[in-house]
T-cell receptor, first 118, second 115 residues
């Protein structure tokens, strides 16, 4: 019944490790996103995929690599984790609400994954 | 570039007081959308409202109301008769349009409602 799900909910790991966060949506949406919320609660977009194609990549270190095996999934793989990667990562999916230039994407957020790098 | 400013970092009120959360935005787009989200202590993001740039009508939903003023690029949020359950971080956000639209969030306002 869950619309946008993320696993795991909590992730604690050591610096230098590689980890992945998974996101799945069962809403039939074409577009998926990753947002990062830092310790000061600032939320910023990282990536967006539409129909498995990368369409937004916001100045994110290349240690972060999103992967979209199909439209329903957008996973986030992080190499060589650093202390500054500690944050809450939110996945979202969206559908356009109308066509043309005025279309916008109504975004549905997952519950978030709290990543702690020690 | 789009920008959203929430100048109030933290607000504390006593239950039943009214409180207004300010939001000022910047965009060069003529068509855009504004949002408010609530993030309670449990951490999830809860959608509250969406408003498009062509609709300046104020909206009321229960104890919540929103005042959109294009002339001042503001989209303020008022909670009437606040309750302890309103305690949360509230985010104002701005979206452009199209397939690649993304949400640009403000820094959030933490609202603490006490008895």
């Amino acid at each position: 019944d869950t619309a946008v799900s993320q696993t795991p909910k909590y992730l604690v790991t050591q610096m230098g490790n590689d980890k992945s966060i998974k996101c799945e949506q069962n809403l039939g949406h074409d577009t998926m996103y990753w947002y990062k919320q830092d310790s000061k609660k600032f939320l910023k977009i990282m990536f967006s995929y539409n129909n498995k194609e990368l369409i937004i990549n916001e100045t994110v270190p290349n240690r972060f690599s999103p992967k979209s095996p199909d439209k329903a999934h957008l996973n986030l793989h992080i190499n060589s984790l650093e202390l500054g990667d500690s944050a809450v990562y939110f996945c979202a999916s969206s559908r356009p609400t109308s066509g043309g230039a005025s279309a916008y994407n109504e975004q549905f957020f997952g519950p978030g994954t709290r990543l702690t790098v020690l | 570039a789009q920008k959203v400013t929430q100048a109030q970092t933290e607000i504390s009120v006593v239950e039943k007081e009214d409180v207004t959360l300010d939001c000022v935005y910047e965009t060069r787009d003529t068509t855009y959308y504004l949002f408010w989200y609530k993030q309670p202590p449990s951490g999830e993001l809860v959608f509250l409202i969406r408003r498009n740039s062509f609709d300046e009508q104020n909206e009321i939903s229960g104890r919540y109301s929103w005042n959109f003023q294009k002339s001042t690029s503001s989209f303020n949020f008022t909670i009437t008769a606040s309750q302890v359950v309103d305690s949360a971080v509230y985010f104002c956000a701005l979206s452009d349009t199209g397939t690649a639209s993304k949400l640009t969030f403000g820094t959030g306002t933490r609202l603490q409602v006490t008895l």
